[in-house]
């Protein structure tokens, strides 16, 4: 039988073809060519259309596009239909379009009409004119490239109406790639259950045909129990899938979900490499979060510099919050030289791109005099316009702009004004305005109601707030006087880090007020606020250093901090340093007399 096979194939073109296609089931793909060749030069439509895939897919003999899709063409055009959709396809993912220099195509995609291949110039009007003629003649597939064109390519070609009756009619013949389409066309008309429950089921014929976008839809509709019931565990599962396909959301996700052990056994390594694996794919919120676990730290300290690689990949590629927290770094010098301005421009992308933390990054850079005059009013203007719709921390910070002239003419009257609104939710605001009553600027001074206010403020645990009423509860400001109620609050402040409340306990501890002296204390408390920067802290730590007021004695050291006092401006710590006596000049040894 073998034997009158090989007969008949060599003197006839349909028997070559049978020939070619058993040979094919058995793997022998090689000895199969030849015949498919003959019987597609006799004009044998199927047997054109095969050759066309050997060429496109290298199968028994050198892969070619150019081939492949001359042979596709000769098919297509006797109306082949398998080859009028392949040629849809290759068509729309420019695999049909001029050769690169190797003449060679790419089709690890070109199965998928939900993955693009970028950079590669897709023939739309070859694509629709090859899908249209498949999908007229029933095939699944054409039907399922036709409604993509008519969703996803150019404008002149999108008919969404008629796409969705192709994608029906191509998901009910058993297109995969179809019943994905349709489940897309119906997405976004989907709002009660019923319609939910149709984009699910079909999202599910492409997941269980391994479409890596339907299982990754399908993974996030079970995380939210929409058109399926609630199921964290099954949706993990689903990304586990979509993301060993290489879906990027699903390689993020799945991360994600090894990384903080969600409804999966903890792997924080292979949960890194997931996420690293979706950033290099490009995908900008794996790069953000990649960047934050740098940034937080774990297991080893944070490493900021690693961090800002991985924010300023997520960053360019438009991840407003990698750009704010790029931004923080530049602003701190943590992993990256300390640049204020850098920082203002990456504050300015996050937020035009709307994020509100941003927008006060930015407004406080302006108040510190470290943005630019345009950034001052497109930071108002923002601030504004959410102020006038009823946002009151934008209340609050279009009261700060107005208060300090950012932006805008500086208008105490309309700022307390605005502050106000903003006080009866936001704490800032509360101690804005509590500060713009006490100072009488835009309201007649009120110092009860002031103090009020930042009492207000300082009971929620605003340490500005806390310093400032236990100064006015020193001094009987707005209220009667309380010593020990002053020291407990400058406690309360010294231990979130005011360096101002550490000072305040120095000098409180030091004597002269209503409470015990402990120059012990206040000697401690002196030291953190020097270490700390503060210039009167420093002074204050010379002097105790130099008279042994809590101990012994250290010249060395009063020098040293009284050094630094002066060094910040302080004029007063002059006379201190100057009243130290010198230290005692190095004596030299005696020369000693060389033996012979």
């Not at 349909?14 to 089931?25: C, F, K, N, P, W």
């Not at 236990?470 to 005011?498: I, N, Q, Y």
Request: charged share 25%; hydrophobic share 45%; with cysteine.
């Amino acid at each position: 039988m073998a034997l009158l096979d090989r007969l008949l194939a060599s003197v006839s073109p349909s028997a070559a073809l049978r020939r070619a296609i058993r040979l094919t089931e058995l793997g022998e793909v090689k000895r199969a060519f030849p015949l498919l060749t003959k019987a597609a030069r006799a004009g044998i439509a199927e047997a054109e259309y095969r050759v066309g895939r050997c060429y496109l897919e290298g199968s028994g003999v050198p892969p070619s596009r150019v081939e492949g899709a001359r042979w596709l063409e000769r098919a297509a055009g006797q109306g082949y239909v398998e080859a009028q959709a392949q040629l849809a396809t290759l068509s729309i993912h420019g695999v049909v379009a001029a050769p690169d220099s190797e003449g060679q195509p790419n089709l690890a995609h070109t199965t998928n009409l939900f993955t693009r291949n970028e950079g590669i110039q897709a023939d739309f009007e070859a694509g629709i004119k090859w899908a249209r003629k498949a999908a007229e003649a029933g095939s699944a597939d054409g039907q399922a490239v036709l409604g993509y064109i008519l969703t996803s390519g150019p404008e002149h070609l999108r008919n969404p109406a008629e796409a969705l009756e192709w994608y029906e009619r191509s998901a009910g013949g058993g297109s995969p790639q179809g019943a994905l389409g349709y489940a897309l066309a119906l997405a976004p008309t989907a709002v009660d259950p019923e319609s939910h429950v149709k984009v699910a089921a079909n999202l599910r014929r492409a997941a269980e045909a391994g479409l890596p976008t339907a299982l990754y839809l399908l993974a996030v509709m079970t995380e939210r129990g929409l058109g399926v019931p609630v199921d964290r565990p099954a949706a993990i599962q689903l990304f586990r899938q979509a993301a060993e396909k290489g879906n990027r959301p699903s390689q993020a996700r799945w991360g994600v979900a090894l990384m903080e052990g969600h409804s999966v056994e903890p792997n924080p390594v292979d949960g890194e490499s997931w996420l690293r694996r979706a950033a290099l794919g490009g995908d900008p919120e794996a790069a953000a979060i990649v960047g934050d676990l740098y940034a937080k730290g774990g297991r080893l300290p944070p490493n900021y510099a690693e961090a800002a690689i991985w924010f300023r990949r997520a960053a360019e590629a438009g991840h407003r919050g990698a750009s704010r927290a790029l931004g923080l770094l530049h602003l701190t010098g943590a992993g990256v030289p300390r640049d204020g301005e850098e920082a203002a421009r990456l504050f300015r992308i996050s937020a035009e791109a709307g994020d509100p933390n941003a927008r006060v990054d930015l407004a406080n850079l302006l108040l510190r005099g470290e943005a630019g005059t345009e950034d001052a009013v497109s930071t108002r203007e923002w601030f504004e316009r959410a102020a006038a719709s009823g946002d009151l921390v934008a209340a609050f910070n279009f009261g700060v702009c107005l208060a300090e002239g950012v932006g805008v003419e500086r208008d105490d009257r309309k700022a307390a004004e605005w502050l106000r609104r903003a006080a009866d939710g936001v704490v800032n605001a509360q101690y804005w305005y509590g500060r713009m009553l006490i100072e009488g600027r835009g309201l007649d001074v009120d110092l009860d109601e002031g103090r009020a206010w930042i009492q207000r403020a300082a009971d929620i645990g605003m340490p500005e707030a806390e310093v400032l009423l236990a100064e006015m509860m020193l001094t009987g400001r707005g209220g009667s006087k309380d010593h020990v109620a002053a020291l407990a609050l400058f406690e309360k402040a010294a231990a979130r880090g005011h360096v101002g409340a550490m000072f305040a306990l120095g000098a409180m501890y030091g004597g002269g007020h209503e409470v015990p002296t402990d120059r012990v204390a206040a000697q401690r408390w002196f030291a953190a606020a020097a270490e700390r920067g503060h210039a009167y802290a420093q002074m204050m730590l010379g002097r105790y250093l130099a008279r042994g007021l809590a101990g012994d004695r250290d010249t060395d050291g009063a020098r040293l901090w009284l050094e630094r006092a002066v060094a910040q401006g302080l004029q007063e710590a002059r006379s201190d340093l100057a009243a130290l006596p010198q230290p005692a000049e190095p004596q030299q040894a005696e020369p000693q007399a060389v033996g012979r």
